[in-house]
């Protein structure tokens, strides 16, 4: 019986794991940072609680993450401190993120975090920490759908040039 033959959660993480978790569990914290601060900046209800759901997700990945940096001895990253509730009506518009930029910034984060769980599926040769990405992508993958079709609903979506061609037949 080899050293990877036995129970998932008594091998030990390669460094590829460790690093990708790690470095997964920073952007997450800092992103939870991110989206509370978006959450006083936004007007728009239904992007307020897109976010929400972005943050509520994020929270559940942080804590499935941190959980199993710990069981395997890793030190964990900084966490930003939370941001304080704000009124977005006490905030200068000039100041202000907009709601199309928020809803493009989340739907860049959603983006970012599918590569970033599948990069991890990838890499992973305990079985354990591929299936969390697994689930984390799938959570993620809806998310990013709900983004887009409020994204399309409000107008917001700004698609490439689109093309057009057909050939000669």
Same mark, same amino acid.
């Given at each position: 019986m080899g050293i990877l033959s036995g129970n998932q959660k008594d091998e030990p993480m390669h460094y590829g794991e460790v690093y990708g978790a790690w470095?997964?569990?920073?952007?997450s914290k800092g992103m939870v940072a991110g989206y509370e601060t978006f959450i006083n900046h936004t007007g728009d209800v239904d992007l307020q609680k897109l976010i929400e759901e972005g943050l509520r997700l994020a929270q559940q990945e942080i804590e499935q993450i941190e959980a199993l940096l710990k069981e395997n001895g890793v030190g964990l990253p900084p966490t930003p401190p939370?941001?304080?509730? @704000?009124? !977005?009506?006490?905030?200068? !518009?000039g100041a202000r993120f907009q709601d199309p930029e928020i809803a493009a910034?989340?739907?860049?984060?959603a983006a970012a975090g599918l590569i970033a769980?599948?990069?991890m599926m990838g890499q992973s040769i305990r079985e354990d920490i591929a299936l969390m990405y697994g689930q984390m992508h799938m959570q993620?993958? @809806?998310l990013g759908a709900k983004i887009l079709r409020l994204n399309k609903e409000k107008g917001w979506l700004i698609p490439p040039p689109l093309h057009h061609y057909k050939a000669d037949c």
């Amino acid at each position: 019986m080899g050293i990877l033959s036995g129970n998932q959660k008594d091998e030990p993480m390669h460094y590829g794991e460790v690093y990708g978790a790690w470095s997964y569990l920073l952007a997450s914290k800092g992103m939870v940072a991110g989206y509370e601060t978006f959450i006083n900046h936004t007007g728009d209800v239904d992007l307020q609680k897109l976010i929400e759901e972005g943050l509520r997700l994020a929270q559940q990945e942080i804590e499935q993450i941190e959980a199993l940096l710990k069981e395997n001895g890793v030190g964990l990253p900084p966490t930003p401190p939370s941001r304080p509730n @704000a009124q !977005v009506e006490n905030i200068p !518009v000039g100041a202000r993120f907009q709601d199309p930029e928020i809803a493009a910034a989340i739907s860049k984060d959603a983006a970012a975090g599918l590569i970033a769980c599948s990069t991890m599926m990838g890499q992973s040769i305990r079985e354990d920490i591929a299936l969390m990405y697994g689930q984390m992508h799938m959570q993620k993958a @809806a998310l990013g759908a709900k983004i887009l079709r409020l994204n399309k609903e409000k107008g917001w979506l700004i698609p490439p040039p689109l093309h057009h061609y057909k050939a000669d037949c």
